[in-house]
């Protein structure tokens, strides 16, 4: 039995235990001393990644007309949140600084959220890798060729499979299918019904669990790994995935020069990204502190009812522990967050790059989606949202203004730049869209931190 008081603050357990949202700060960081350096990935890594991302391009304008306008890229836009922070503080009786931003991943085309980043750069690279093998394709070819009637009957003899709460189900499904893939996806209870449907209607085998995220996962690896022609995307394991999040800071240090925000000793950077089982945000953190070093200030956010992260990063038990140990039930509207044990091999990686993480109860959720969208005309799903608090958690909790003082970081909010990373929302139908909003818009209580 694991003693789990002995190996993280009795408080901090209090607070989890009764669904208090917290703000953690990662003490880890401040004692590796070398950000920079992890034994198994590399700046080189996401580099080779984006390289890849690039060769596929013309491939995915072609397939993905929306993609069009960038080539073929799938990025988001950095949009400035200057509305929503006034109605925010206003909301909040309270001040802080800073510039607010909105990372609008909820926008990304072809899969409509943060998993078109990972998801898709994993079908894509299994792809390349057959047909390389196969000698059908080499580095140098326009990879429109994939689109040919000989490479669908190609890809048609592999399977692709994957657990997902949903939205990974999402892009492995509709960029598998798109290339001929047979796709299995494993969904948990808490998938939501319109993603299934819409799955089914491109083809894919959908296999549906009533337990959570880890049960579908792990039913999905066994049904996988007794098929030879069946490949696997393992959302708690792949470096692959996690890459293809990474290449997003990449993407990120542009957008930024574009709007003239500098990032150094004096300009701070922050970003606050959701987190389900971690691969999303730990491959954007990585990225994150490899461009800008320890001139970022990366936070994961988690629903109150799944601090999974949270729990496996303070306890230094990682995997080895799962939020129903501690009582929780992992029940949250967040269902791209609904994820009960954290990926130890993202826990592990995250601790010399993360600062720190917090935890969001699912009202405040709703409440943020409806003021971002009447603010900014911005619509996101509830598991987009718990970003738009970090800056004022940061600088207005003690745990956050002790952070900020051992940083030496007190001086320079005023320059200091924030991003609400945005995960999902754009493919969800418009009435569930508008129940959420009707939600949020029915919360009496106040925004609090
Ligand atoms: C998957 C997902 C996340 C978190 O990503 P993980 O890799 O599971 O940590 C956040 N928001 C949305 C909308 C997601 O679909």
């Given at each position: ?9 009795r408080?901090?357990l209090v607070s ?5 949202p917290?703000?953690?700060?990662n ?7 070398d950000t920079n350096?992890h ?9 080779e990644?984006?390289?890849r991302?690039?060769?596929f ?20 836009r950095?949009a ?10 206003k ?14 991943d909820n926008?990304l ?9 990972g998801g ?9 890798e ?7 394709l ?16 190609f ?9 997902s709460?949903?939205?990974l ?12 893939f047979n ?9 939501k019904?319109w993603k299934?449907?819409?799955?089914k209607?491109?083809?894919v085998?959908?296999f549906?669990?009533?337990?959570d995220?880890s049960k579908?996962?792990?039913?999905g690896?066994?049904?996988s790994d007794?098929?030879p022609f069946?490949?696997f995307?393992?959302?708690?394991n792949s470096?692959?995935l996690?890459?293809?999040y ?12 574009q709007?003239?925000?500098i990032v ?17 945000p ?7 502190k490899?461009?800008?070093?320890s ?12 601090p999974?992260m ?7 038990l990682?995997?080895?522990i799962?939020?129903?140990?501690i009582g ?10 609904a994820v009960g ?10 601790e010399?790059l993360?600062?720190?993480v917090y935890?969001?109860e699912?009202n405040q959720?709703?409440?943020l989606l409806?003021?971002l969208?009447?603010s900014?005309?911005i ?6 949202t718990p970003?738009?608090l970090g ?13 900020l ?6 001086g320079?909010m005023?320059?200091?730049t924030h991003?609400?990373?945005?995960t999902g ?7 569930m ?13 106040s925004?609090?931190?």
């Open positions: 039995m694991i003693n789990i008081t002995q190996d993280i603050e408080l901090l989890l235990k009764s669904y208090k917290v703000l953690w700060i003490k880890k960081l401040s004692e590796i001393s350096e034994p198994s990935l590399s700046y080189e890594d996401i580099i990644a984006e390289e991302l690039k060769r391009a013309p491939l995915l304008r072609r397939l993905f007309p929306e993609t069009l306008e960038q080539s073929g890229i799938i990025e988001s950095l400035n949140l200057d509305n929503f922070k006034e109605e925010f503080l909301e909040l009786h309270a001040n802080f600084h800073g510039r607010l931003f909105l990372k609008c926008e085309p072809v899969a409509g959220s943060i998993k078109a980043r898709i750069y994993e079908v894509l690279k299994y792809a390349e057959l047909a390389f093998q196969s000698k059908r080499s580095i140098g070819d326009n990879y429109e060729v994939l689109m040919d009637e000989s490479f669908k009957e890809f048609g003899r592999y399977t692709l499979a994957v657990g709460t949903g939205n189900g999402l892009s492995i499904g509709i960029m598998g299918a798109a290339l001929g796709v299995n996806v494993h969904m948990s209870a808490d998938a019904e299934k449907i819409l799955l209607g491109k083809g085998n959908v549906e669990y009533s337990s995220y579908a996962v792990e039913e690896r066994k049904k007794a098929d069946s490949y995307i393992d959302d708690e470096k692959t996690f890459l293809g990474s290449t997003a800071a990449l993407r990120l240090k542009k957008q930024l020069e709007e003239g925000i150094d000793e004096q300009h701070p950077l922050f970003v606050y990204i959701p987190c389900g089982v971690g691969g999303a730990g491959g954007i953190c990585f990225g994150l490899k461009v800008f070093g001139y970022v200030h990366c936070f994961f956010v988690e629903p109150t009812h799944s999974c949270l729990l496996g990063m303070a306890s230094g990682h995997e080895g799962c939020v129903q140990d929780l039930d992992n029940k949250t509207e967040a269902d791209g967050l044990r954290p990926s130890g091999f993202v826990g592990k990686m995250m010399g993360l600062s720190g935890t969001v699912d959720m709703f409440k409806a003021t969208r009447d900014e005309g619509i996101v799903e509830p598991s987009a970003g738009l800056a004022a958690k940061i600088s207005l909790t003690d745990e956050g203004r002790e952070y003082r051992a940083n030496g970081l007190e320079y005023k320059a200091s991003i609400a990373w945005a929302g754009s493919f969800v139908p418009e009435e869209m508008e129940s959420f909003y009707k939600r949020g818009k029915g919360i009496k209580e925004i609090s931190i």
